[in-house]
């Protein structure tokens, strides 16, 4: 399945999510996608992009391990396939990371759980990481675009 297709039921789902414990759980999910999406980049994407594409993958694997029980039952991240567009699946990538974040603040600010409350704040500290890996490919495919090297392209 394709990248895009994927963040899109990530991002309803976590849209849907209710209860700490689905929100929580929808967060790993968006870090497994990251974690796939890294992978895929890394592998099969430009040569000017694998570095920052594994360590797309590496943050996300990181965070997988710490969010792992979380209670997900599945990981969507498992059926990707392929990437068709990189630079439309790193875009709602990184929204999806974002959203994540925010889903992630209401969590911890209304926790009365002090377990709950630290396992907010780690997955948040994972979607920042995830997301500053995200703005970089975006910002060396915005480089490549333009044919310039990275350190002059501006951010998208």
């Known amino acids: 399945m394709d990248a895009v297709r994927l963040i899109g039921a990530t ?8 209860a700490a414990e689905d929100i929580v759980a929808e967060s790993w999910q968006a870090q497994a996608l990251a974690q796939a999406v890294g992978n895929h980049l890394a592998v099969n994407g430009p040569a000017e992009l694998r570095s920052e594409a594994t360590g797309l993958s590496e943050a996300g694997g990181r965070a997988c391990r710490v969010l792992h029980g979380s209670g997900a ?4 991240a498992a059926q990707l396939s392929e990437v068709q567009d990189p630079w439309t699946a790193l875009t709602g990538l990184g929204g999806l990371l974002g959203e994540v974040g925010m ?54």
């Open 11 to 18: 991002r309803h789902a976590l849209a849907r999510s209710l």
């Open 73 to 76: 039952e599945r990981v969507r």
């Open 103 to 156: 889903a992630l603040v209401r969590v911890a600010c209304a926790a009365e759980d002090e377990t709950l409350y630290w396992q907010c704040i780690e997955a948040i500290d994972a979607a920042d990481e995830s997301s500053d890996r995200v703005r970089g490919l975006l910002r060396q495919l915005e480089a490549r675009e333009r044919g310039q090297p990275d350190s002059v392209a501006r951010p998208p």
